[in-house]
């Protein structure tokens, strides 16, 4: 490997673009806490044990998983061990897998294509805006892209050389990207299969013989940990989180699975939404169950049955509201052109246009029998690009970050494509007219994608982009025949003009601020950014409220959940999770002088409560109900077992309204438990609405 690279030149194009994303994936994460606290509470946990590392425990009992496969969590765990945990320790692994992206598609892309074209690729996946905006948290799509394009380099390597080993390896790589997001890896599974089919140089049988290896390979890896849990008795093992079996299997299918593309509800037990989970679709199913928690000292506000705030979209609308498709998520209506509404448009759309001419230059004139190296690999990326658009243009719900899904076949078309269109240019016919055609087609499309925007960020792009659009278009028409170098420097700005505005997006995140639970690129408040990274110069104080959290008379935003921090909103949820906590130091201290040999220093229902006591002062907390507060997790004599055991004495929950599935456990530990006066815990009083409880054999649990 050292002799192959050896007197090579580092290009210095390809160094800018590495240069360029890692500012864009690196700047100010430092500044993000918690950055997605549900991910970030269950590394704290996973580093308490390897029982608690191998299951993805959320809690520090390994009562309960996330609702995810373990290997992104796993890499942020090793991470953080090495670190300390954190925001940005918990960011890192993606914030690195995001450069890698970039260098794996100039590497994927340079050599059937040139180096000029694996440049502009390179360039272009490091500005896609959403790659951005998820590489800057710790949400899984960012490592997942890179596992499936290293996966694309093995298979490329495999076909071309003819190794089966490298192709099978390519599969697996697959499998592994299953073990972190579960179907979603799969959406490339039709692009690699046709890839080894039509581009392997072999007769049909050994084309069998490798896809029947490489699919049982990819298969017996993604069900590896899934079968291993399954298989492993449910009182040895943490509840599968938002499950409604307690199965894997089922989660990876059902909820994580058809449930997207259908758009139903079928997680934990009905009640309650995930980081990557569907919307409730109507105010029931958003309200975790019995009685939920939240921190004295926590920026929650006091809710009726929600388990987050209303935020504020990058459009300006609550990011809750029930807008077209997708239920309380505005994902546009489903249709041919959802990926150019303005609700998705502005997260990776920006070189769709320019993607299709450019296919269109590269299969031109190709013949079926003979095909070279360049179409075949024009084939692949339209197989992974086109099934992905599909997707996301009928699909029931999904969040705007999985969009990074389309960053690499559009980086990677636009890039080849710009080399192939600016050659065609060069000749006769109509292919000669693509060029021209493509960049203009593609500025105003970005014009278009930027008009929502306006009143935010001012109508100075969209006239630059439009203006620049038309003015070398026209350059390109009136130099069509003329043999001049400057013919060629126009037609390659013509390009990279198309980088423009995209580059802008893909700072906004840094300039705007960020949400690390859902994020996506775009100007947006300092109310959509309930966690995660926040604009310089706006640091924790900003965006916290108070110790105690927010005045009862503050209003929320408008939409679902909208009403006053006492009034709680209208009980309608769905998104984000709760916002990222402060803690109370007099209930860190009340709870440590009177725990005596408790493994635990108190229990509670949903996850954020105990976010900043496990993250920041690395104690044990057991969390009884997942990431919404609705996963039947520990039944009353299971929890009685945990108090006669002395796992666990106090129990710290909020009032909310009753229902679901903890109800039976919420009420067990309220009647039989005495509430400790508010006095000797808290630094502020909440009227009662959050209340610790101790519960001891004398006093209840017989």
């Known amino acids: 490997m050292l002799k192959r690279w050896k007197g090579k030149k580092l290009d210095p194009w390809l160094l800018g673009s590495v240069i360029l994303v890692s500012f864009l994936n690196f700047f100010l994460i430092w500044e993000d806490e918690y950055a997605n606290n549900y991910y970030t509470t269950a590394v704290g946990s996973m580093m308490e044990s390897f029982h608690n590392f191998f299951y993805a425990s959320l809690d520090s009992a390994g009562s309960v998983t996330v609702d995810k496969p373990p290997v992104t969590f796993w890499i942020q765990t090793i991470s953080a061990e090495i670190f300390g945990l954190s925001g940005w320790s918990v960011i890192l692994p993606q914030a690195l897998a995001g450069v890698g992206s970039v260098l794996l598609v100039y590497f994927l892309v340079k050599p059937n294509f040139g180096a000029l074209a694996a440049r502009i690729a390179s360039l272009a996946m490091a500005v896609t805006p959403i790659a951005v905006a998820v590489s800057r948290t710790n949400n899984i799509d960012s490592m997942l892209v890179f596992t499936l394009l290293a996966g694309t380099w093995f298979l490329f390597k495999g076909v071309r050389e003819q190794k089966l080993w490298s192709i099978v390896a390519a599969f697996a790589l697959i499998g592994i990207g299953f073990n972190m997001k579960m179907l979603q890896a799969y959406m490339v599974v039709p692009a690699f299969v046709l890839f080894v089919w039509v581009a392997m140089k072999a007769g049909w049988k050994k084309k069998l013989t490798t896809l029947a290896a490489s699919l049982f390979v990819l298969l017996s890896i993604s069900l590896s940990w899934a079968l291993v849990v399954d298989l492993t008795p449910a009182d040895e093992r943490p509840y599968i989180g938002s499950s409604s079996t307690n199965s894997v299997l089922e989660l990876a299918f059902g909820y994580n699975g058809m449930s997207r593309l259908l758009g139903q509800d079928t997680g934990g037990d009905g009640s309650g939404t995930d980081q990557g989970a569907l919307p409730a679709q109507d105010a029931s199913d958003a309200q975790p169950s019995g009685l939920t928690d939240a921190a004295p000292g926590s920026q929650d506000t006091p809710s009726s049955g929600t388990q987050e705030p209303p935020q504020v979209g990058t459009s300006g609308q609550p990011a809750g509201a029930a807008q077209g498709g997708g239920g309380m998520f505005d994902l546009g209506d489903p249709g041919v052109l959802r990926l150019l509404q303005d609700s998705l448009a502005d997260q990776a759309s920006w070189l769709l246009p320019f993607a299709l001419f450019a296919a269109a230059g590269l299969l031109a004139g190709a013949r079926w029998k003979s095909r070279t190296e360049k179409h075949n690999e024009t084939i692949f990326w339209l197989a992974w690009l086109l099934p992905v658009a599909g997707f996301f243009s009928v699909a029931g719900f999904f969040h705007h970050y999985y969009l990074i899904m389309l960053a690499p076949p559009l980086a990677a078309l636009f890039g080849a494509g710009s080399v192939e269109l600016l050659t065609l240019y060069k000749g006769e016919g109509w292919k000669s007219w693509l060029l021209p055609a493509a960049v203009f087609t593609t500025a105003a499309t970005q014009w278009w994608i930027l008009q929502p925007y306006e009143e935010e960020i001012g109508s100075f792009w969209s006239i630059l982009i439009l203006g620049l659009g038309i003015v070398v278009t026209a350059g390109l028409v009136l130099m069509k025949k003329n043999s ?10 013509g390009t990279l003009i198309l980088l423009i505005v995209p580059t802008f997006w893909s700072l906004t995140p840094i300039v705007y601020g960020g949400n690390s639970a859902l994020p996506e690129a775009g100007p947006s408040t300092e109310m959509s950014m309930p966690q995660g990274n926040a604009p310089q110069g706006q640091g924790d104080d900003d965006r916290r409220v108070s110790a105690q959290g927010l005045p009862d008379d503050m209003p929320l935003e408008d939409g679902p959940g909208s009403g006053t921090a006492a009034e709680g909103g209208d009980g309608q949820g769905g998104g984000a999770g709760p916002v990222t906590q402060d803690l109370d130091e007099k209930t860190l201290e009340y709870l440590r002088e009177n725990n005596t040999v408790e493994t635990y220093l108190f229990g509670t229902v949903q996850y954020s409560t105990a976010t900043p006591y496990i993250v920041d002062e690395k104690e044990s907390v057991m969390i009884m109900g997942g990431f919404s507060g609705s996963d039947p997790v520990y039944s009353v004599e299971e929890l009685e077992a945990a108090v006669a ?39 502020t009083s909440t009227d009662g609405f959050t209340q610790l409880y101790k519960v001891t054999l004398e006093n209840g649990g017989e």
């Open 645 to 683: 055991e002395g796992d666990v004495s106090y129990f710290l929950l909020s009032e909310s309204q009753r229902g679901g599935s903890n109800e039976e456990v919420t009420t067990w530990i309220q009647e039989n438990g005495t509430a400790v006066p508010e006095e000797e815990w808290q630094s």
């Open 484 to 493: 001049q170098p400057i013919k060629q420097t126009v037609a390659v700005a």
